[in-house]
């Protein structure tokens, strides 16, 4: 199916990856944008996030390398080129997540040259972990991203069926973790939210799935 | 229009700037992806290229920060928020660009707090005037991304009416500048797009514009 580079070895190897990362385009996240009527796609996700990086970065509670942030974040869905993007508030599909992605992982990074394999492979694996301070802050900004979409949107995923405030409180929690100034954004949003009538208000006044 | 933020003062700048950005998602390029049979847009495309300069780093031919050279992509094509796209063969757009673009980066980057607005500012300067071998680095990775995408598609924008192989050519000379192995990635791709019809061959085989 794919028109072959006419380039060998090491750098064909780089570009045959790059082409086939062409993908993330392609795969359809649950959000809608702020500026269009459509849903928001993996590889836009990820080039926001790498922008709010170094406009947030200063809100870190702990001090993060900027350029080494937004590696993280640049990298960090791309093994959903195969196992697919998993939205926040569907459960069913959070069960196989994890399996799914590696799997993803081994197979997508194993187009690089090894050397390049590990690297991106060892990225992935720091951002999924939180093992650093800028992987913690890079998943902060990732769960920050699709509320800000929810707000513009006067809902968007928030208004998925079994969805309160409660629940998006605790989804967005370690938001605050790595940054005490964007957790306290993260409940105000979700405090107007609820006001507005843009998520259900907490569990205690809602009848349906907790 | 716009739904405002429950946020003030510098970090309500800071999200509305976010959230205002969320535009380049739907400025379209010429280019068509290689995933999927429609139009690249400005992010979609920043992104590949902030994956494309860590992998493909090491033929810089002067040594660079990879973590800068992202940022820089990551910001080149924002004004074409209020500028527009500029597509590469467009002589008439191109004319006007400059002077479209000043007046963007103006407005765009005058929405975050004054000390980023001019960090930002510098950014994109630093990007156009290709001042660093960041910025010669990345104004390489810039041009021959949609050039791979040509390739996937068996033409593309190569196809434009008056564009033949030496057009190609010039317009992607400085890529060997800033890298004498992706200049020759470039040379290969022309060659063997001339050779299987997906580029009128050089001017000499040619009758129309020059
Ligand atoms: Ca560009």
């Known amino acids: 199916e794919r028109r072959p580079l006419p380039v060998e070895g090491r750098l064909g190897r780089q570009l045959a990856f790059i082409v086939e990362v062409d993908r993330l385009k392609t795969v359809l996240r649950a ?3 702020a500026a269009d009527a459509r849903r928001e796609n993996d590889a836009e996700h990820s080039w926001h996030l790498a922008l709010m990086v170094p406009v947030l970065a200063e809100y870190a509670d702990e001090p993060v390398d900027v ?3 937004i590696k993280l974040v640049v990298v960090h869905d791309l093994v959903e080129i195969y196992a697919g993007d998993t939205p926040l508030y569907d459960d069913e599909a959070r069960v196989s997540q994890e399996e799914r992605e590696l799997a993803a992982a081994e197979r997508l990074f194993g187009l690089l040259p090894d050397d390049q394999a590990v690297e991106f492979r060892a990225l992935w694996d720091e951002f999924e972990a939180r093992r650093t301070p800028e992987a913690r802050f890079a998943k902060a900004v990732d ?11 006067g809902g968007g995923t928030w208004g998925t069926p079994g969805v309160t405030g409660d629940t998006v409180r605790a989804r967005t929690a370690h938001i605050g973790d790595a940054s005490h100034a964007l957790g306290e954004v993260m409940v105000s949003l979700i405090d107007s939210a609820e006001r507005n009538g843009w998520i259900a208000a907490g569990q205690q006044g809602v009848v349906g799935p907790a």
Do not use: F, I, V, Y
């Open 31 to 33: 959000s809608t944008l």
């Open 67 to 69: 350029g080494h942030t």
């Open 143 to 153: 769960r920050l991203e699709p509320n800000l979409l929810n707000w513009m949107a």
